[in-house]
């Protein structure tokens, strides 16, 4: 069964610190990766997403993530952390035409001064 | 481009009662999404309309839920009677094949 597993629930980062937000997933097929971001109250936005070719896809506000097809992960990256990125970050994967596509649970990004 | 509207912003009913819920996504969106997304979770998938076709309803209380996509554009989610653990965010997202999705801010549904 296709799941997505993000391991961290919250994480706590200085500003101007690097970040990395862990996915794993399982899925039968070759999947397609997303990256939301959903800031207090609003809807999800997209981050990045992933098809096919090049594994390090960049993303909106300084984002890339890199697909490893061994360790079924897709994690997500920033160099450099600013207070705004503060936030819930969904990990979510599917198929083609979007068809069951699933989300994880989420990681709560915390950024201190 | 406009995005993806929905309404209202935020709901308050009774254990029992009816509640709608509106959503018209961006122009020229074939697939519209409803997802449930409970306080401390990832959304989950209610319904998938693919034009005014359902193509996934599998996670869908059909007890007390029900959507329709009237004309492959506007949609609305309804739930009839509403109790305690229906209290959660009610995303609208649409989306162009491959490119992801665009959501809407949601509904914040309450029910006391």
């Known amino acids: 069964a296709q799941s997505v597993t993000q391991p961290d629930i919250h994480i706590t980062v200085s500003e101007g610190a690097s970040l990395e937000l862990r996915c794993n997933y399982s899925y039968g097929a070759t999947p397609y990766l997303f990256w939301y971001v959903q800031s207090p109250g609003q809807g999800l936005q997209l981050l990045l997403k992933?098809?096919?070719?090049?594994?390090l896809v960049q993303g909106i506000k300084g984002f890339e993530a890199e697909f490893k097809r061994s360790q079924s992960s897709f994690n997500l990256r920033k160099p450099s952390v600013h207070w705004s990125d503060a936030a819930e970050y969904f990990c979510a994967v599917g198929a083609t035409g979007g068809f069951k596509t699933i989300f994880g649970a989420g990681t709560r990004l915390f950024v201190k001064a | 481009e406009a995005g993806v509207a929905q309404s209202p912003r935020y709901k308050i009913i009774e254990k029992r009662q009816s509640v709608a819920f509106w959503c018209n996504p961006i122009?020229?969106?074939?697939?519209l999404y409803w997802y449930q997304q409970i306080l401390g979770q990832g959304p989950k998938l209610l319904i998938q309309?693919?034009?005014?076709?359902?193509?996934?309803d599998s996670q869908l209380p059909k007890d007390r839920f029900s959507a329709e996509r009237l004309k492959g554009v506007d949609s609305t989610l309804k739930i009839q009677p509403a109790k305690l653990e229906d209290s959660a965010v009610y995303l609208c997202a649409s989306s162009l094949e491959r490119n992801g999705y665009t959501f809407g801010s949601g509904t914040r549904l309450t029910v006391v």
């Open positions: 992933y098809f096919s070719g090049d594994t």
């Open positions: 309309f693919q034009n005014n076709g359902v193509v996934d």
């Open positions: 122009s020229g969106h074939a697939t």
